[in-house]
């Protein structure tokens, strides 16, 4: 890795950043990802899907001569002069162990398996610091009253990043109780899928069995030609969605 990177651009198109540590100097339009490539980091682990869709780059950084601590998603997140820049891969949170099918949905299952959500003190830090602009505070307040529909559908859109979990000062798991409030939900209290139970009937009926047959008999280059020849939806489809 260099520090400072000349590729045709002169320095005065580069801004300093630090990472984990070092200063480099690097393009002022990159995500953090980017420029942590461009800086020669190969990333391995903690890229993920580079589309602000998964868990893996969340990112603590500070800007110099500014003593608040920021975090988003390094995919996602543009550089800035004078950020100085650490990734957090994975945060430990607790994760409470259950049988969902010996849980019902109230407030009973959320308290039992994380009596600490009644700590959380409204503060809104998890808010600020989520990169999905989750009102995270508003869910745990549904979760403390136990409406665990209402905690589902506001944390809907998490990637479970952990960054909400890292700013807060009670030691709340806020992510994770979301997560048993959305499966309770979709195990109680949403209807069932007529499609879906269409679907598992024909699973069970054997209906896939031959075309399953068929493409574990294939050589791994048939199975490459066969998925690079598929029916896809056309990336400009997928663009204009709303939903
Ligand atoms: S940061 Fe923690 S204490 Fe503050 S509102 Fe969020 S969950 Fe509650
Ligand atoms: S709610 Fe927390 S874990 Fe989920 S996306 Fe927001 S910051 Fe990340």
């Known amino acids: 890795m260099h520090p400072e990177i000349g590729t045709g651009k002169t320095p005065e198109n580069l801004i300093p950043v630090h990472i984990m540590g070092t200063r480099y100097m690097v393009p002022p339009s ?3 990802m980017a420029a942590m490539e461009y800086a020669g980091y190969r990333l391995l682990r903690g890229c993920g899907c580079r589309r602000g869709l998964r868990r893996a780059c ?12 920021f975090s988003g998603l390094a995919c996602q997140t543009v550089v800035q002069s004078g950020m100085y820049l650490a990734q957090i891969p994975f945060f430990p949170a607790r994760r ?17 398996a994380y009596p600490q959500l009644l700590r959380c003190l409204g503060c809104g830090a998890c808010t600020k610091a989520c990169p999905q602009d989750i009102d995270v505070r508003a869910y745990m307040a549904a979760g403390m009253k136990g409406d665990i529909q209402r905690m589902a559908d506001l944390s809907f859109d998490c990637i479970m990043c952990g960054l909400c979990a890292a700013r807060c000062p009670a030691e709340e798991a806020q992510y994770n109780i979301a997560l048993l409030a959305r499966r309770l939900t979709g195990r109680y ?23 399953l047959a068929e493409l574990k008999s294939l050589s791994k280059q048939e199975l490459t030609a066969r998925y690079s020849a598929r029916e896809i939806e056309p990336e400009d489809r997928l663009g204009s969605r709303e939903d």
């Not at 969340?58 to 601590?69: F, K, N, V």
């Not at 049988?99 to 039992?112: I, R, Y």
């Not at 209290?189 to 075309?211: N, W």
């Open 189 to 211: 209290l949403v209807p069932r899928s007529a499609h879906l139970e269409e679907r598992l009937e024909e699973i069970r009926r054997g209906d896939f069995d031959a075309d």
């Open 96 to 112: 409470a162990s259950y049988d969902l099918t010996k849980l019902e949905p109230s407030a009973v299952a959320l308290f039992g």
């Open 30 to 32: 990159l995500p953090i």
């Open 58 to 69: 969340g990112t603590a950084y500070r800007i110099h001569g500014d003593p608040q601590l």
